[in-house]
């Protein structure tokens, strides 16, 4: 199988950087991030976009522009990365780990409904390795139970499900651009929202409060800077004139590796959901082995990086910074990291390393069953 090829950038990206490097240094920052802003909108179909520092950043700015602080709790799927749930505890909240369904991998609403009480506030989904859950059940729940919707999509872009993209169901979606990310600019972030005065708060909370949200005085609250450099905007930009290209490259990639893969010994691809049209971030795989996690990171020691094996990804509730010794482990979010193969994939990963992935993958993996 040819892949397509890797879209060239470098004229573009050149293009945009020339002019932001010609007027540097410019305290204003000149309207690169802006320009940005105002073409993600229109990739997203959202009327608001606030370009940030980071993908935690984002939901960072959200989370305080929803109005969430101290006192408040926040639920935060355990099946997630710590930065998931950093910015809850950054604006003095308290993230509530919520259980995964291990079928279907979306939240577990039976457990979320457990988990609610008169302090919480708001619930944030996590699209991690880009797959989406159910947008109308999410938007049931939280409307249910009166909770905003921030998703953490930050792996998500250009997955889509039931006529949904991923970032648009809520109050606000968070994105990031950092490397590795199918659209990338070294590091920054973004926000995305429907409601203006989310994103008159965000643009304001990013710069010390300036300008701030009509009818307020400029730094009359005390806020961070947290703006997108604007050589990393005109990186983005150049990106994402190529963003179709990206996904459809990303996912050529692991339908490349899923098909090499088809007949291991031990190992089950793991299909979209009804409805969904995921951007293939990851190849994922469930594990039928021996001490899968064990598997996984003998994988890495191999050359095969992958999310619980390379970077050890572990449910969230079970950091040490989040870990509450009263609190019962959220194990449907155990079991599904334990039992599931992410490979980690960069839109440099070309057909000979693809294969090379799957000729270390099925020869280990037919050793360990042994």
Not at 114 to 135: E, Y
Not at 294 to 312: I, N
Request: glycine share 8%; net charge negative.
């Amino acid at each position: 199988m040819t892949l397509p090829p890797i879209p060239d950038r470098a004229p573009l990206i050149a293009d945009r950087l020339a002019p932001v490097l010609d007027q540097m240094p410019d305290p204003s920052g000149g309207t690169a991030a802006a320009d940005l802003e105002h073409t993600l909108a229109q990739a997203l179909g959202v009327a608001h976009v606030v370009a940030v520092s980071s993908g935690t950043t984002a939901l960072h700015a959200a989370l305080a522009a929803c109005g969430i602080g101290p006192g408040d709790e926040v639920l935060v799927p355990a099946l997630s990365v710590a930065m998931s749930a950093a910015p809850v505890v950054a604006l003095g909240a308290r993230p509530v780990f919520v259980d995964s369904d291990t079928a279907t991998w979306d939240v577990d609403y039976d457990d979320a409904a457990r988990k609610v009480t008169g302090s919480t506030r708001a619930i944030v989904p996590v699209h991690l390795w880009g797959r989406m859950g159910d947008p109308a059940a999410l938007a049931g729940f939280a409307s249910e139970h009166g909770l905003i919707v921030v998703e953490d999509a930050a792996q998500a872009i250009g997955t889509t499900r039931d006529g949904h993209r991923a970032g648009t169901v809520g109050a606000a979606g968070c994105f990031s651009m950092k490397d590795g990310k199918i659209l990338w600019s070294s590091e920054g972030g973004f926000l995305a929202t429907g409601r203006p005065e989310v994103a008159e708060h965000a643009r304001a909370w990013r710069s010390h409060w300036q300008p701030p949200p009509q009818g307020q005085v400029p730094q009359s609250r005390a806020a961070t800077n947290a703006r997108l450099a604007a050589p990393l905007a005109a990186i983005a930009s150049a990106n994402l004139h190529h963003l179709d290209e990206l996904v459809q490259l990303r996912r050529a990639q692991t339908r490349h590796l899923l098909n090499a893969l088809e007949h291991a010994l031990g190992l089950r691809r793991l299909a979209p959901a009804r409805g969904e049209e995921w951007n293939a971030y990851a190849p994922l795989l469930h594990l039928d082995l021996p001490r899968p996690r064990a598997f996984a990171e003998h994988l890495a020691s191999r050359g095969v990086p992958s999310s619980t094996g390379t970077f050890r990804l572990v449910p969230c509730d079970t950091r040490p910074a989040f870990t509450d010794p009263g609190r019962a482990p959220c194990r449907g979010a155990a079991q599904i990291l334990d039992r599931t193969l992410a490979v980690v994939l960069t839109e440099h990963d070309r057909a000979p390393d693809l294969d090379r992935y799957a000729a270390v993958i099925i020869r280990e993996a037919t050793a360990w069953a042994r």
